[in-house]
């Protein structure tokens, strides 16, 4: 995605002529108020979530001997997601790649944005009605691949120096990814069937995945990962022992944990929310001169509704169209199987607009010569 406004120079973050006078930040200068943006936003917040959550789980389940939650509960994060943090993280997409770019959006980036999303939006909605299984797995794969780039950009943002080299920031977004997306399949095997299974359900098909959720194949994969997740954070630590490696490894360690004791429903929804979503919500203020302006002069809660405020049309608009399509659908929550219905229309109608979402954040890793971007200096 090539910017309308022309082809930025190769890691000039911030040099774009018609913002002079508020330049975007180089992630990881640990000094910069991108730095400081992404630990008060997107890094404490998560901690104090997750790291609660994941006591008071593990308590609880060591005096009442059940991993089981009120129905009401399990689905609550991801109807939470529909108005903070989750959907509308991405709901500012049609500003975010001009202000990566150094540019104020205009007429010519919005339409180059509502492209994109409607060409890569329409086509794997044709994929879910086409083809639901494949369509499962891609949506799987994408989110894996897109939640590993997610957390790779927040440890460059606030100076991850131990991810330089190619091996080690590959094996870092693979992690990252796969602690969501893989580690709940391990502790919760028929659950995770259950969700996936209504996805491939609202289309009329059925999902086969005995196999998946066999021991066999389920120690082949933990054990697979696990040795990739100490490879991966031994790797760093002999390049550098820095303060952001010990970041790296306790985080990594506390979601292996979370995503293994919490039921994979909530687990991932509350994920989404206060750790994916905050973090990107982060990346939105560092690179927004007015979102900068104000987490420097007012704190992090004016700029958080600052950026909420640019995320509010299309929230709007995204939740009627989700209402719409659920209502055409005949999908009501009457009853728990009504509830995992809706629930599964809302994880596909959020896969359909993960992949231009995905399009977008890469092209600002390239603008901004961060994240995923470097992976071509470090060749």
């Given at each position: 995605?090539?910017?309308?406004?022309?082809?930025?120079?190769?890691?000039?973050i911030?040099?774009?002529?018609?913002?002079?006078?508020?330049?975007?930040?180089?992630?990881?200068?640990s000094?910069?108020?991108?730095?400081s943006?992404?630990?008060r936003?997107?890094?404490?917040?998560?901690?104090?979530?997750i790291?609660?959550?994941t006591?008071?789980?593990?308590?609880?389940?060591?005096?009442?001997?059940?991993?089981?939650l009120?129905?009401?509960?399990?689905?609550?994060?991801?109807?939470?997601?529909?108005?903070?943090?989750g959907?509308?993280?991405?709901?500012?997409?049609h500003?975010?790649p001009?202000?990566?770019?150094g540019?104020?959006?205009?007429?010519?980036?919005?339409?180059?944005v509502?492209?994109?999303y409607?060409?890569?939006?329409?086509?794997?909605?044709?994929?879910?009605?086409?083809?639901?299984v494949?369509?499962?797995?891609?949506?799987?794969?994408?989110?894996w691949?897109h939640?590993?780039?997610?957390?790779?950009?927040?440890?460059?943002?606030?100076?991850?120096?131990h991810?330089?080299?190619?091996?080690?920031?590959?094996?870092?977004?693979?992690?990252?990814?796969?602690?969501p997306?893989l580690?709940p399949?391990?502790?919760?095997?028929?659950?995770?069937r259950?969700v996936v299974?209504?996805?491939?359900?609202?289309?009329?098909?059925?999902?086969?995945?005995?196999?998946?959720?066999?021991?066999?194949?389920r120690?082949?994969?933990?054990?697979g990962?696990?040795?990739?997740?100490?490879?991966?954070?031994?790797?760093?630590?002999?390049?550098?022992?820095?303060?952001?490696?010990?970041?790296?490894?306790?985080?990594?360690?506390?979601l292996?944990?979370?995503?293994?004791?919490?039921?994979?429903?909530?687990?991932?929804?509350?994920?989404?929310?206060?750790?994916?979503?905050l973090?990107?919500?982060?990346?939105?203020?560092?690179?927004?001169?007015?979102g900068?302006?104000?987490?420097?002069?007012?704190?992090?809660?004016?700029?958080l509704?600052?950026?909420?405020r640019?995320?509010?049309?299309?929230?709007?608009?995204?939740?009627l169209?989700?209402?719409?399509?659920?209502?055409a659908?005949?999908?009501a929550?009457?009853?728990?199987?009504?509830?995992?219905?809706?629930?599964?229309?809302?994880?596909?109608?959020?896969?359909?607009?993960?992949?231009?979402?995905?399009?977008?954040?890469?092209?600002m890793?390239?603008?901004?010569?961060?994240?995923?971007?470097?992976?071509?200096?470090?060749?």
């Amino acid at each position: 995605m090539k910017g309308p406004t022309g082809r930025r120079e190769k890691g000039s973050i911030g040099r774009g002529e018609s913002m002079p006078s508020h330049p975007v930040e180089t992630p990881g200068s640990s000094g910069s108020i991108a730095a400081s943006v992404m630990r008060r936003v997107g890094v404490r917040p998560a901690w104090i979530v997750i790291g609660g959550i994941t006591l008071v789980w593990a308590i609880a389940t060591a005096f009442t001997g059940s991993q089981t939650l009120p129905w009401w509960l399990r689905y609550g994060p991801l109807a939470v997601s529909l108005a903070i943090f989750g959907l509308p993280h991405g709901a500012v997409d049609h500003l975010a790649p001009a202000r990566a770019a150094g540019h104020r959006p205009t007429a010519a980036w919005l339409l180059a944005v509502g492209l994109v999303y409607l060409v890569l939006g329409s086509a794997y909605g044709f994929l879910w009605w086409a083809l639901p299984v494949a369509s499962a797995a891609l949506f799987v794969a994408l989110t894996w691949f897109h939640w590993g780039q997610g957390d790779v950009y927040a440890l460059d943002a606030i100076g991850a120096s131990h991810l330089a080299g190619r091996g080690v920031r590959i094996g870092t977004l693979l992690v990252r990814g796969g602690l969501p997306m893989l580690v709940p399949l391990l502790g919760h095997p028929e659950e995770y069937r259950v969700v996936v299974g209504a996805w491939v359900a609202l289309f009329g098909s059925k999902l086969d995945a005995a196999w998946l959720v066999s021991p066999a194949v389920r120690g082949v994969l933990g054990g697979g990962f696990a040795l990739l997740t100490v490879a991966t954070l031994l790797a760093g630590r002999r390049r550098s022992g820095g303060r952001v490696w010990y970041l790296d490894a306790g985080e990594t360690a506390l979601l292996w944990g979370f995503f293994l004791l919490v039921p994979p429903l909530f687990a991932v929804g509350v994920y989404f929310c206060v750790w994916h979503s905050l973090r990107h919500i982060a990346r939105l203020i560092a690179v927004d001169p007015s979102g900068r302006s104000t987490f420097d002069e007012r704190g992090a809660v004016p700029a958080l509704l600052r950026t909420g405020r640019d995320a509010l049309p299309l929230t709007v608009v995204a939740v009627l169209l989700l209402l719409a399509i659920a209502v055409a659908g005949g999908v009501a929550v009457e009853t728990q199987t009504d509830l995992r219905a809706a629930a599964a229309l809302y994880l596909v109608f959020i896969s359909v607009l993960t992949l231009p979402h995905v399009a977008i954040v890469t092209w600002m890793d390239w603008a901004e010569n961060a994240g995923l971007a470097r992976l071509v200096d470090e060749q």
